[in-house]
């Protein structure tokens, strides 16, 4: 188990779901509460049970189906009702009932809401809070008492939100975490309010959402005015705006401020994390996400890339290595010769001795990019013109023609129709397919010509397909066509007036940088030169 000195306390299961069009299964909240064990947090809050009846069965099944090397179980609930004695609450039975070593209850802090939302009195809520800590404490439970709306509750009336605290803390509560529910409020407001309270000697924990942009902030903030327990989402996921993105709290603690909140190599795993979670909640991950996106540690401009050449820490705020992520050049028309090189040696390919050919390729890169071409999301393409560049060959086959035709019977049904002639290995072949597309039709023709020569392409499969009308420098198709292989992903590009021949150049393109990858040689066995 973590040290419970400093608490990183995770609530993608419960307030991260809430995020518009997020939907978790029993099944995917197992599985990221997995996740989040690995990464090393403290405690992982599972939601609600009793009141959702998913929350009740994902509590039910983590009993025999989740191990936890690091994390504690916290369930989430409410305070008793008005009126009534906690052990006569079924709510609140329900989380003693849940069996998780911690039970977080939320609680009223904001006077207004107690007087308006919850219709009681402030001493009611007083003795709501008290009663079901004690409650709850008496069956061995730990209690978090999450206290909502407490910054702008603190705002209206600060001698009531601290009697919130004060009261938790009496009755029992390991910690009491100021919610800044409606995710409003700056760093220095947070700073000032958790000192404040911190005054009344209470253990503090910070809950912020991301309304104002300040979600990691103001948590940074709260931690520097004495909390010692941080509540977040992984990948920011939640309501409205999120809430503060848990990844981005736990670098900034561990790698700007000095505390050992995870262990080293967890924090590696941080980027792997962050995809795998945003696989499993079938949200496309956020490439500008600080620390963990793919492009947090992207350069474009050629003369960040040259001064990173001589010490990439000149344009880095951290090695990316320690979270997990990689350094990536981007080639584009602003990239010079120094990105060339610097792409060249993250796909592996060392140009540093071949300055005409660095030259060449900053060149035909410059050239093709005015022509409508992008590079950005094709590594493949920029692979195989750099190869190209060096001398290597990968002429698999060599196209002779493709056709393709598009018809519309009676029925209003469209297919598509190819057929492409090609040579590969010394034997020359014509094959055709069909598809509910000419695109898929032409890939369906092209995999039927080189399925004998090259029988690895069975495991090729495109991903997505982008096409882009350019408007200058004359009207032209882009096409970025991405491929996977197993757990490899790649993409290409291609450019034409017509659509159906930019994606042919792009699926062109594909099929060779598969057989690339697969280390295939390019001629008949006489050729020298490794494919790999
Ligand atoms: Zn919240």
């Known amino acids: ?64 189906e989740l191990t936890l090397n690091n994390a504690q179980l916290a369930a989430f609930g409410s305070t008793r009702r008005p009126g009534l004695h906690a052990a006569e609450d079924p709510q609140v039975i329900m989380l003693r009932d849940s069996l998780a070593p911690v039970v977080t209850l939320v609680a009223k802090s904001h006077h207004r809401h107690v007087e308006k939302a919850l219709k009681t009195t402030l001493r009611e809520n007083l003795a709501m809070i008290a009663d079901t800590i004690g409650f709850l404490r008496a069956g061995g439970q730990r209690v978090f008492l999450d206290a909502e709306h407490y910054f702008d509750g603190y705002l209206s009336d600060p001698h009531y939100a601290i009697e919130v605290v004060r009261t938790a803390m009496a009755a029992g509560a390991d910690l ?47 931690v520097d005015a004495g909390a010692t327990h941080v509540q977040g989402t992984a990948n920011g996921y939640g309501e409205r705006a999120g809430n503060a993105n848990l990844f981005s709290v736990v670098a900034g603690l561990q790698l700007k401020k000095g505390f050992q909140v995870v262990s080293g190599d967890r924090l590696g795993e941080m980027s792997r994390i962050s995809r795998e979670i945003s696989r499993i909640v079938n949200v496309p991950p956020d490439s500008h996400q600080p620390y963990v996106g793919a492009s947090a540690f992207a350069h474009k401009a050629g003369l960040h890339a040259s001064a990173v050449k001589v010490d990439p820490m000149l344009y880095q705020h951290i090695d990316p290595l320690l979270v997990g992520n990689d350094m990536k050049m981007i080639i584009s028309e602003m990239a010079g010769r120094a990105s060339v090189e610097l792409k060249g040696r993250e796909l592996g390919i060392d140009v540093t001795r071949d300055r005409a050919v660095i030259g060449r390729v900053a060149e035909q890169v410059k050239d093709m990019e005015a022509r409508g071409y992008n590079f950005e999301s094709a590594d493949a393409s920029f692979e195989l013109l750099l190869r190209t560049a060096l001398g290597e060959q990968h002429e698999y086959f060599t196209v002779s023609s493709w056709r393709v035709t598009v018809e519309r019977d009676a029925n ?121």
């Open 1 to 64: 188990m973590s040290d419970d000195r400093f608490h990183i306390y995770d609530t993608t299961l419960r307030d991260g779901a809430q995020q518009q069009g997020l939907s978790l299964t029993v099944a995917d909240k197992l599985a990221i509460a997995r996740h989040l064990d690995t990464l090393g947090v403290g405690f992982i809050e599972g939601g609600w049970p009793g009141a959702i009846p998913k929350d009740t069965e994902f509590f039910k099944r983590a009993r025999t």
């Open 176 to 222: 009491v975490a100021l919610c800044d529910t409606n995710g409003g409020m700056l760093p220095d407001q947070i700073a000032e309010i958790v000192s404040a309270a911190i005054a009344s000697g209470a253990r503090l924990g910070v809950h912020c959402h991301d309304d104002s942009a300040c979600g990691v902030a103001n948590t940074l903030a709260a």
């Open 412 to 532: 209003g049904a469209v297919t598509s129709q190819a057929s492409v002639k090609l040579t590969a290995q010394g034997s020359t072949t014509v094959a055709a397919g069909g598809g509910d597309s000419p695109v898929r039709a032409l890939d369906n023709a092209l995999r039927a010509a080189l399925e004998e020569t090259y029988p690895e392409l069975a495991g090729l499969t495109r991903t997505e397909y982008r096409a882009r009308v350019l408007e200058a420098p004359s009207a032209v198709t882009r096409v970025v066509l991405e491929c996977a292989d197993g757990d490899r992903v790649w993409s290409t590009v291609g450019v034409n007036q017509d659509v159906i021949t930019a994606s042919w150049e792009a699926l062109e393109q594909a099929v060779t940088y598969c057989l690339l990858r697969a280390g295939r040689s390019a001629a008949p066995a006489a050729c020298l030169v490794p494919a790999g």
